[in-house]
Antibody, heavy 121, light 111 residues
Framework: EVQLVESGGGLVQPGRSLRLSCVGS????????MHWVRQAPGKGLEWVSS????????GYADSVKGRFTISRDNAKNSLYLQMNSLRSEDMALYYC??????????????WGQGTTVTVSS | QSVLTQPPSVSGAPGQRVTISCTGS?????????VHWYQQLPGTAPKLLIY???NRPSGVPDRFSGSRSDTSASLAITGLQAEDEADYYC???????????FGGGTKLTVL
């Protein structure tokens, strides 16, 4: 069974940092692009960042560019999101998601259950 | 303001057919990038419903179908059932943003 398990969410003060992790299983991790998508309470889905299978192509939403960094460790079947200078508007449920192809332009076929990030003083 | 535009809500009675539109531009759908649709039931993670415009993953009923034309796409649901009540999102890739784009989501109510 294909599975994605996120971790690392929690309560953090504005301006501080947090690192999200996602471990994939049940598929050949390094064959596929990976994504982070977030959803604020009561709101729609918002794409955050994407990384191709080889880390050769990266993409960031304008709202997080310069503050967030996506990375992956294919040897560990893991995806990461380093979030710096967190703001109240970053507060959301963060989903790790698997693309159905190697490039970041492919759609998403598997979603994790999400990890919650709360930004508050 | 989402890059892809969807109606906020649609509704239909059991057994009826409903469609959800997704309007983009020349830098995403109009540039030839595929459109994908996701269903999000209350309190759950999104689930892939249609990929690459009109393809259904294994396990998705054939009551769900997708289409794409020019700068827009549509999701059609026939034989509406109570269990179809959910939020639906379209998604594509945008070459001017160099990233994925989502529609704002459409809440389907089964009357």
């Amino acid at each position: 069974e294909v599975q994605l398990v996120e971790s690392g969410g929690g309560l953090v003060q504005p301006g501080r940092s947090l690192r999200l992790s996602c471990v994939g299983s049940g598929f050949t991790f390094d064959d596929y692009a990976m994504h982070w998508v977030r959803q604020a309470p009561g709101k729609g889905l918002e794409w955050v960042s994407s990384i191709s299978w080889s880390s050769g192509s990266l993409g960031y939403a304008d709202s997080v560019k310069g503050r967030f960094t996506i990375s992956r460790d294919n040897a560990k079947n893991s995806l990461y999101l380093q979030m710096n200078s967190l703001r109240s508007e970053d507060m959301a449920l963060y989903y790790c998601a698997k693309g159905y192809g190697s490039g970041i332009y492919f759609g998403i076929d598997v979603w994790g259950q999400g990890t919650t990030v709360t930004v508050s003083s | 303001q989402s890059v892809l535009t969807q109606p906020p809500s649609v509704s239909g009675a059991p057994g009826q057919r409903v469609t959800i539109s997704c309007t983009g531009s020349s830098s995403n759908i109009g540039a030839g990038y595929d459109v994908h649709w996701y269903q999000q039931l209350p309190g759950t993670a999104p689930k892939l419903l249609i990929y690459a415009n009109n393809n259904r993953p294994s396990g998705v009923p054939d009551r769900f179908s997708g289409s794409r034309s020019d700068t827009s796409a549509s999701l059609a649901i026939t034989g509406l059932q109570a269990e179809d009540e959910a939020d639906y999102y379209c998604q594509s890739y945008d070459n001017s943003l160099s990233g994925c784009v989502f529609g704002g989501g459409t809440k389907l109510t089964v009357l």
